[in-house]
């Protein structure tokens, strides 16, 4: 039985977590923050918000461990230092 996107997301997103848990460290801004869109039932999305200066060179790293880990990504940018990474999973 093949998992669904959502629960790949979430264990995911877990994972990346916890690899880049000293950019979210507690009762500090974040500079990097995740969250699932799942708005679109066929297409739910990991979003990983990176928030800080030199923001592509860890966007980079993030979008590296999530294409290891089976997802496809792109980029969205908002700002010199506002980077989103989206990640989608069969």
Same mark, same amino acid.
């Given at each position: 039985m093949t998992a669904n996107p959502v629960d790949k997301l979430d264990d995911l997103g877990d994972k990346l977590a916890e690899e880049f848990e000293a950019y979210r460290q507690?009762?500090?801004?974040? !500079?990097?923050?995740l969250v699932i869109d799942n708005n679109d039932p066929?297409?739910?999305?990991?979003?990983?918000?990176? !928030?800080?200066?030199?923001a592509d060179t860890l966007a980079d790293?993030?979008?590296?461990f999530l294409e290891e880990r089976g997802a496809r990504t792109q980029r969205e940018r908002h700002s010199e230092t506002d980077v989103r990474v989206l990640a989608t999973v069969d």
């Open positions: 507690p009762n500090e801004f974040k !500079d990097v923050s066929d297409q739910p999305t990991l979003i990983v918000h990176v !928030d800080r200066e030199d790293e993030i979008e590296d």
